[in-house]
């Protein structure tokens, strides 16, 4: 599925540098398709939505790899590391960095 996805995507941003020649992101593509204000939105959706979602998915990841391997002895791992990550990260960066230096 994931391959066929980015089939689609190879495919998209073919078509559209052919009939664009010029160096752009996906700002440029969606200015030229839609206008600035949805331009102005992808580009800052596309640096939110993995900055947002990206731990969350490592951490559920790492659910499943310890899921796997152990057979349900790790059940809530991703949820105690948020919980002890975040008063972290709340309280101050500084305490966050050391205590994630040690471990």
């Known amino acids: 599925m994931a391959f066929i996805i980015a089939l689609c995507y190879i495919s ?14 996906i700002s440029t593509y969606t200015t030229v398709a839609i206008g600035h204000f949805p331009a102005i939105i992808a580009a800052l959706s596309a640096y ?9 998915a490592e951490l559920l990841l790492l ?7 152990t057979n ?7 949820f105690i590391i ?3 990550f975040t008063p972290l990260n709340v309280f101050g960066i500084d305490l966050f960095a050391s205590v994630q230096s040690i471990i």
């Open 48 to 56: 939110v939505a993995p900055t947002v979602f990206g731990a969350l």
């Open 12 to 25: 998209t941003y073919s078509e559209l540098a052919l009939m664009m020649p010029k160096a752009g992101s």
């Open 82 to 84: 948020i919980w002890i």
């Open 63 to 69: 659910q499943n790899v310890l899921d796997t391997i």
């Open 72 to 78: 349900g002895s790790f059940t809530n791992v991703a």
